[in-house]
């Protein structure tokens, strides 16, 4: 096997006009039932798809599914498991705290058109209702040209889509498991009041970038815990890469705003380098941001879909 894009999921940078996140937990009451059920979704998930992109070719819809650790292990224990799949576990740097929130099952959606979105989730909900429990559920929005909800750019430093598949899916490092992706979602909730409150000149500091034109400040112009230096990641002397998206979210009058992060990568060691960077410098946004929840997740190919779906992982 090589590695090839097209049997992965929709594991690329496109925030999208409207995007939904939505983290379920297994009830864990009839394991053998749960399992059953899974397979007939994801057998029904991928045609529901392909029946909303011929139903509204125009809308561009994305989506992706993913298992946690724990999910994978109680719905295909007689199987092999990914290479880097493990429970993520909260982080800390003493100051700052990325905790771990649960969750077994992930779908990330994005398309043009709301109406796509909701029917893709809605139909979901018919195989998994009776199985599961709503999590969390973000509806996140495109801001502007691409604009995080703090005014920036997003994804400057994300690779191109024709470059991506390098950093965004699993090689022959893990054959059985080729094409697929580890994600990690991330919720921020951020206190807008103070970020606002700060001179557009701090903000770009704070961020590493200028805030209109998202040219890159020289280093010595930017704070030492700049976003975009606290961020970085490097293996060997070589900066590391993901797939990454800061999607907004906002109840605006009531002044609930933040962030929903997601990052496809390749290695999920990358992903949590990047994470425990951020924490041992104090990156920036952590000073008026809080986070709500953390779950790392692992994408299957879509002939992986397929092998589950006909129920070859639980033989």
């Known amino acids: 096997m090589t590695m090839d894009p097209s049997k992965a999921q929709d594991v690329w940078k496109d925030v999208g006009e409207h995007v939904q996140f939505t983290v379920l937990e297994l009830n864990r009451k009839d394991q053998a039932k749960e399992q059953e059920a899974i397979q007939e979704f994801v057998d029904r998930y991928q045609a529901i798809i392909r029946s ?109 889509v024709e470059d991506a598949a390098e950093y965004a899916i699993i090689g022959d490092e893990d054959p059985f498991f080729e094409n697929g992706s580890y994600a990690f979602a991330q919720k921020w909730r951020h206190n807008m009041n103070i970020w606002d409150h700060l001179s557009t000149e701090t903000q770009e500091k704070a961020i590493g970038r200028k805030k209109f034109s998202d040219l890159e400040l020289p280093d010595e112009e930017k704070f030492k815990n700049a976003h975009n230096v606290a961020s970085q990641a490097e293996i060997d002397g070589e900066e590391q890469k993901i797939v990454r998206m800061n999607v907004p979210f906002s109840d605006p009058a009531s002044g609930y705003s933040g962030t929903y992060f997601i990052g496809y990568s390749r290695y999920w060691h990358v992903t949590k380098l990047m994470l425990e960077n951020m924490l041992s410098a104090g990156d920036y946004l952590l000073t008026f941001s809080q986070i709500l929840s953390g779950q790392m997740f692992f994408i299957p190919s879509r002939p992986l879909l397929e092998k589950i779906a006909d129920g070859e992982l639980n033989e």
């Open 52 to 160: 909303l992109r011929i139903r509204d070719e125009k809308a561009g819809l994305k989506a992706t599914l993913g298992f946690s650790s724990d999910a994978w292990d109680y719905l295909f224990p007689n199987a092999p498991k990914p290479k880097e799949l493990e429970p993520y576990e909260t982080l800390s740097s003493g100051e700052y705290e990325m905790p771990a929130t649960k969750g077994d099952l992930f779908l990330h959606v994005r398309a043009a058109n709301e109406a796509v979105v909701y029917e893709l989730i809605s139909q979901c909900r018919i195989f998994l209702k009776d199985i599961t429990t709503v999590v969390d559920e973000t509806k996140g929005f495109r801001y502007f040209e691409g604009r995080a909800i703090i005014g920036f750019i997003d994804g400057t430093e994300a690779p191109q």
